[in-house]
């Protein structure tokens, strides 16, 4: 409901306003009142419009504080784990397994000039990202990231089904990031889609691994959102997938109703 009231213009409230201010001046209301009670409605409506002033003011200078943040925001950069870029990068465990036993899939770079915070970054399969994305295991946090800040995305092995490997096509994965900006405190959520082909001849690997066997191709951002630029579609749709959770007419969680629960 908050989002909706911010997306109406201060004009509405103005043009409300005055058109009660003008019926109250046509229909005569004001006949009855003594000088003292026209003295207080007047009173409150110079007080009504001090607060429009006072909000007017505000928006120009969150506005010069939104187009710092929109030419500043955090920014991520995509590369594989101990690589300089992200193509032909895959799963691998790290350099000492005996004391790393994870798979470590990718990392973040913070590229943004203003530092992101209260980060949470989580990684499926097509498959998955369709059904459902609330998965807490593939979900993970970091409490803060300046620029140049660099975040490992790393699972147990395994955590991954090996059931949706695809050794005759090309495999699309879904990376979700959901952050607030240190500066500004927007909230950003971030869908990307990472594409992978199979390595034709893998070696020396383990089964139901996924280590060896793909290599990552390509990454695009397909999808984006955030608090303050949220569409009335956006907000709208959110609410009847609420309502339609609560009816139980679906029951899938997909990245797609993920990206406007914001």
């Known amino acids: 409901m908050r ?3 911010r997306k109406i213009p201060l004009i509405f409230w103005a043009v409300a306003l005055s058109l009660i201010a ?4 046509r229909e005569n209301y004001i ?6 009670q026209t003295r207080l409605l007047s009173g409150f409506l110079t ?5 429009f002033v006072a909000i007017n003011i505000q928006r120009q200078w969150k506005n010069e504080r939104i187009k710092t943040e929109y030419l500043n925001q955090p920014d991520f950069f995509l590369k594989g784990f101990a690589r300089d870029k992200f193509e032909g990068s895959g ?17 973040l770079v913070q590229i943004g000039n203003l530092a992101a915070r209260n980060l ?3 990684f499926f399969t097509g498959e998955e990202a369709n059904a459902n994305v609330l998965l807490k295991e593939r979900w993970l946090e970091e409490e803060r990231l300046g620029k140049d800040d660099n975040f490992q995305y790393k699972l147990p092995q395994f955590k991954i089904p090996f059931s949706h490997f695809d050794k005759n096509n090309s495999m699309c994965f879904i990376l979700l990031l959901d952050y607030r900006s240190e500066y500004s405190n927007i909230r950003y959520k971030r869908v990307y889609k990472l594409c992978s082909t199979a390595n034709p001849h893998p070696k020396e690997v383990n089964e139901n691994d996924w280590k060896g066997r793909i290599g990552f191709y390509n990454s695009s951002l397909i999808m984006t959102n955030d608090t303050d630029s949220i569409s009335f579609k956006e907000i709208f749709l959110n ?6 959770r609560w009816a139980k007419i679906k029951k899938d969680y997909s990245y797609e109703e993920w990206i406007v629960n914001i």
């Open 120 to 122: 949470k970054v989580a």
């Open 47 to 51: 007080f009504i419009g001090l607060i």
């Open 239 to 244: 609410k009847w997938y609420q309502f339609s």
């Open 22 to 25: 003008f019926i109250v001046v």
């Open 91 to 107: 799963p691998v465990l790290c350099s000492n397994p005996t004391e790393c036993t994870e798979d470590h899939w990718f990392d």
């Open 31 to 36: 006949e009855g009142f003594t000088s003292e």
């Open 3 to 5: 989002n909706i009231f």
